[in-house]
């Protein structure tokens, strides 16, 4: 019994440096994997600003055999006519709409 006594106090002291440190290892991983993620998404970065670039998008259109416009046309839109109000039954969907159908 005496033993036990002591034993218990040791044990839960093992369990739980045990416990402790493989939190840290978790911690560790952890931290190298966000510090890989934070490169790679520089990196990701770094290639988005380049292909966004206007000077490489310069040379793909002209390679394209895109050039600047040569000519600037303005066009006047004539508003829409109003849509027509429904004279349905809301509750009763579609089938009983009394809208004129186009």
Same mark, same amino acid.
């Given at each position: 019994?005496? @033993?036990?006594? !002591?034993?218990?106090? !040791?044990?839960l002291?093992?369990m739980?440096?045990?416990?402790?440190?493989?939190l840290?290892?978790?911690?560790?991983?952890?931290?190298?994997? #966000?510090?890989?993620?934070?490169?790679?998404?520089q990196r990701?970065d &770094?290639?988005?600003?380049?292909?966004e670039?206007r000077?490489?998008?310069?040379?793909?259109?002209?390679?394209?055999?895109?050039? &600047?416009?040569? #000519?600037?046309?303005i066009?006047?839109?004539? %508003?829409?006519? %109003?849509? %027509?109000?429904?004279?349905?039954?809301?509750?009763?969907?579609? %089938?009983?709409? @009394? #809208?004129?159908?186009?």
């Open positions: 019994m005496g @033993l036990a006594v !002591v034993l218990a106090p !040791v044990m002291y093992v739980l440096t045990s416990n402790l440190t493989s840290t290892y978790a911690l560790a991983s952890a931290e190298t994997q #966000r510090t890989q993620m934070q490169g790679e998404v990701l &770094d290639q988005i600003a380049h292909l670039s000077e490489r998008l310069a040379q793909v259109a002209a390679k394209l055999g895109m050039r &600047d416009p040569s #000519r600037y046309e066009v006047n839109l004539t %508003p829409l006519p %109003p849509e %027509p109000k429904t004279a349905g039954v809301a509750f009763l969907g579609w %089938p009983f709409d @009394l #809208r004129l159908r186009r």
